[in-house]
């Protein structure tokens, strides 16, 4: 596969996962994942690489010899077959730093002084580091996926002399120049940016504005608190990726929605940060059952696969158990794929409409030929979509938009898929899309971590979100020794029962600034509602209500 050129690569992350669940990679997984690309491919889905994610790699070894006893023999297997297929393999490094990793010996003299990160322009490290790189290309590797970057680190004796910037911009200089220089002789060589290359981070906030200020300096980004990235990472990646998948600062039901929502809004941060769309990775495409995709299963798969395609990143990262996604799957993931591949042939992808964070309908218009379209709203929206006739190719079950030549009306929280030309691509059965009515309560206690509401109604549904004194959302993440956010919506019913469905019911590693709860009663009652957080950033608990029109 000539570089420049779109790629569909298979990653095997989340179908393992040794960081937020328990599930470790293993030679029979990847094998096992290998065997159900090929089946998925033989259907016509697209898989032009093979990325072996992290946790592949012996803990003593410098990224040189594979874990025992999970590869008793080492990649051979997986590279012979990737070769055999016409297959790039990839692999999966940190960048400058030990994470699961010990120290080699020839990287001592770069380590800080908490055996962490590793400095880039003093001691052994960066040069090895390059030999580690060509001797994993020399045995085909081509793709190299880099991640958790700690520019920061240094010795302490340089720490003692220079700044923290000085080192942060020393360390990014020797970085970037030596992998621009790896790929000058590695022209095949395809990088993939990932977690600590950002100037400040933007991963876990979508309610701050879009901001870049061309010149500015990193010390100043970090006093100005502004969402930030380089653009002259370009010079040595490929791609730069924009978060790994989490829910919003968006409420939303079902709450994969809000998941979706999020890789549009960071991909818009990054658009705005001066990158071109095809060179983000909106890493949007996340299926397994394990705990870093919040055990999503397969849900929602078919908005996750349009929109993480609409986004226009060149390199395409399809993360999760290939398991999930039976023949019939595969089908329809290869006509989506080449639907937007003729799509992509016209025209790039481009953003237009509102700020997804901000709960603006928004969408991502493809070569003139596609239009993926979002409403992140909880009411029906009028959304102004690119002139032209389109016709409705897919959208989520529950409400069949109405489609004009210059707009769209969505339901609440549902896309759509247009396209010029008439296409059948069906409608996404797993997301439901219900029409709500705002509804009126009274609040009966509040103070800093709680708030009790009263409420008349039978089938409801309770959005809670947590702000601090500036007005500004709380990410709230959950206790190590519980299963859910400590943000906890306590619903009773004066007679008579009632069914509950709380959309966030799962142990969200990234954390969530917002609570949704569906209830439901065979007769209009009196709900009661207690809303408490034990995070100590919480000012207030911001409360909605809706009735189910």
């Known amino acids: 596969m000539a570089k420049g050129k779109r790629l569909s690569i298979y990653g095997n992350w989340s179908a393992y996962d040794e960081l937020s669940d328990g599930v470790p990679l293993t030679e029979e997984l990847a094998m096992r994942q290998f065997d159900e690309m090929l089946r998925l491919r033989g259907l016509g889905a697209r898989f032009d690489a093979y990325l072996m994610d992290a946790f592949w790699f012996a803990p003593d070894g410098g990224y040189r010899q594979w874990r025992t006893p999970n590869w008793p023999e080492g990649p051979d297997r997986w590279l012979d077959r990737c070769r055999a297929n016409g297959i790039l393999p990839g692999l999966w490094f940190t960048a400058n730093t030990l994470c699961h990793l010990e120290p080699a010996s020839q990287w001592s003299d770069s380590a800080d002084e908490d055996q962490w990160g590793l400095c880039c322009f003093t001691g052994g490290f960066m040069a090895d580091y390059l030999e580690v790189l060509d001797n994993w290309y020399a045995r085909g590797v081509r793709i190299f996926k880099i991640d958790f970057a700690s520019f920061g680190a240094a010795p302490a004796s340089v720490k003692a002399e220079m700044s923290e910037y000085a080192i942060r911009r020393r360390n990014v200089d020797a970085f970037r120049s030596a992998i621009v220089g790896f790929r000058a002789n590695h022209p095949d060589a395809l990088f993939m940016a990932f977690n600590g290359f950002e100037w400040v ?230 997301c439901m899309i219900v029409e709500m009515s705002p509804a009126a309560f009274e609040i009966v206690e509040q103070s800093k971590g709680k708030l009790v509401a009263e409420a008349a109604g039978k089938d409801m549904r309770i959005v809670a979100a947590i702000r601090d004194k500036s007005d500004g959302l709380v990410r709230n993440f959950p206790p190590a020794d519980n299963p859910v956010l400590s943000l906890s919506i306590a619903v009773s019913l004066e007679a008579g029962a009632f069914s509950v469905d709380d959309h966030c019911a799962r142990k969200i590693w990234s954390g969530a600034s917002w609570r949704c709860v569906d209830v439901s009663a065979d007769e209009v009652g009196v709900y009661r509602f207690e809303c408490t957080s034990s995070d100590p950033d919480v000012d207030r608990i911001e409360l909605r209500l809706w009735h189910r029109s």
């Open 201 to 430: 981070e933007y991963m876990n906030r979508t309610d701050r504005p879009l901001a870049h200020l061309p010149g500015l300096e990193w010390q100043e980004a970090v006093d100005e608190g502004l969402q930030l990235v380089d653009p002259n990472w370009l010079a040595a990646f490929d791609s730069i990726y924009s978060g790994d998948p989490r829910p919003a600062d968006v409420p939303t039901a079902p709450f994969w929605r809000s998941v979706d929502i999020y890789g549009d809004h960071t991909t818009r941060v990054l658009e705005e940060a001066g990158l071109p769309l095809n060179r983000i990775d909106s890493c949007g495409f996340m299926a397994g059952p394990t705990g870093t995709c919040y055990w999503r299963g397969k849900a929602m798969w078919k908005g996750m696969l349009i929109l993480t395609l609409a986004r226009g990143g060149d390199l395409t990262v399809f993360y999760g158990d290939l398991s999930l996604f039976d023949d019939e799957d595969g089908r329809w993931m290869a006509s989506v794929q080449a639907l937007f591949e003729v799509a992509y042939a016209a025209g790039p992808s481009s953003s237009f409409g509102g700020i997804p964070g901000a709960i603006e309908p928004y969408g991502w218009l493809v070569g003139e030929r596609l239009c993926a379209v979002v409403n992140p709203r909880p009411e029906r929206a009028l959304v102004p979509i690119p002139a032209g006739q389109w016709s409705l190719a897919f959208c989520d079950v529950g409400l069949v938009p109405e489609v004009y030549p210059e707009q769209i009306v969505l339901g609440p929280f549902q896309m759509a898929l247009l396209s010029r030309d008439p296409v059948d691509l069906g409608v996404q059965n797993d």
